[in-house]
C-alpha cells in the first residue's frame, strides 16, 4: 500500500497526568504513516482522488488541542481515529506522539506511543426466529449503518432454514453480512451485544429461541479462542445457514484455520 507520510508535526498542547502539565503546556511532536492507494492521484494529478495532507495536519492540531488528556495513549487514540473517520481514502495509519518534555528526573531524548489502526474487514452472521424476524434482521443493518465506526459492505439475502442444535422451536430467518470496522474483535463483540439487548435478545437456553443473534463468523486473518469470543466462529464450517449466505456475499474468502473457500466449505455440506 502506498504511504503519505507527516514527519515532526510540532504542536503545543496540555496532555499530562501532572497539573503543571496541563496549566502550562508542552511541546508534542506527531508522526503520522497513511496508508492508502495514490496510484490515481498520480495518473490524474487530481488533488480530489488523494489524500489532502494539510487538512489531516490541521486535524490533528485541532484533536491535540481541544482537550486535555492524562495520557499521550489517551491522546494519539483521539487524533488516530479522527483521522480514520474524516479521510475516507485511508486505510490505515501508524502514529507516533512523542512527548520530549515529559517529567522524567533522568537525561532522556524523547518517551513516545506508537499505534496503528485502521479499516478491518469482518464478517457477521444474523439469525432470528421470535417475533418479527425479518424486522429485527433489517434492524440489525440500520443499526451497524448508522454506526460511524461500522461501514457496511455488502448484507446476503435472508434465508429461511431449519433450527440447529436440536432445540423445538420455529424456523429461523438467517443471513451474513460483510463489513469493515474500527473496532477491535472484542469492541464489535461488546457493539453487537448491545444491539441485540436493543431488539430485547435473552440468553436463557442455548441454541434456544432469539430475537435476533448476531455473531462475529470471520475478523481478517484473525484467529483467537478467549472466554468470550473465538474467531472463527468455531462450527461456521458445519452450518449450511451460515456457509449459503456467506458463500453468497464472500465465495472465496478463506478460513483462516481450514484454508478452505465458504464455497467449497458449503459444497461439502451438499
Not at 483521522?83 to 533522568?106: G, H, M, S, Y
Not at 441454541?207 to 435476533?212: D, H, V, Y
Amino acid at each position: 500500500m502506498d504511504q503519505i507520510k507527516i514527519e515532526n508535526l510540532e504542536i503545543y498542547a496540555y496532555h499530562g497526568v501532572f497539573s503543571e502539565e496541563k496549566e502550562k503546556g508542552q511541546r508534542f511532536y506527531l508522526n503520522a504513516t497513511l496508508d492508502t492507494d495514490l496510484r490515481k492521484a498520480g495518473k490524474t494529478d487530481d488533488l480530489a482522488t488523494s489524500t489532502h495532507y494539510g487538512e489531516v495536519a490541521l486535524l490533528l492540531h485541532e484533536k491535540m488541542t481541544e482537550q486535555s488528556c492524562d495520557l499521550i495513549e489517551r491522546a494519539a487514540e483521539v487524533c488516530a481515529e479522527a483521522v480514520l473517520l474524516q479521510f475516507p481514502l485511508i486505510r490505515n495509519i501508524t502514529l507516533e506522539l512523542r512527548k520530549p518534555e515529559a517529567p522524567i528526573l533522568l537525561p532522556f531524548e524523547s518517551v513516545s506511543v506508537v499505534i496503528c489502526r485502521g479499516w478491518k474487514r469482518a464478517y457477521v452472521a444474523l439469525g432470528s426466529n421470535m417475533g418479527n424476524s425479518k424486522a429485527h434482521l433489517d434492524g440489525a443493518v440500520e443499526a451497524l449503518k448508522a454506526d460511524e465506526k461500522v461501514r457496511v459492505l455488502k448484507v446476503a439475502e435472508y434465508i429461511v432454514t431449519k433450527p440447529y442444535g436440536g432445540v423445538e422451536q420455529d424456523d429461523f430467518v438467517n443471513s451474513a453480512m460483510a463489513i469493515e470496522t474500527l473496532y477491535s474483535p472484542e469492541e464489535l463483540l461488546d457493539r453487537l451485544h448491545e444491539i441485540e439487548a436493543d431488539h430485547n435478545r435473552d440468553r436463557i437456553i442455548h441454541w434456544g429461541p432469539r430475537t435476533l443473534d448476531l455473531d462475529i463468523l470471520l475478523y481478517e486473518d484473525v484467529v483467537m479462542d478467549t472466554p468470550d469470543l473465538i474467531i472463527p466462529h468455531k462450527d461456521m464450517h458445519n452450518r449450511e445457514f451460515v456457509l449459503k449466505p456467506m458463500a453468497e456475499i464472500a465465495p472465496y474468502e478463506k478460513h483462516p484455520l481450514l484454508g478452505q473457500t465458504m464455497e467449497q466449505l458449503l459444497k461439502q455440506l451438499a
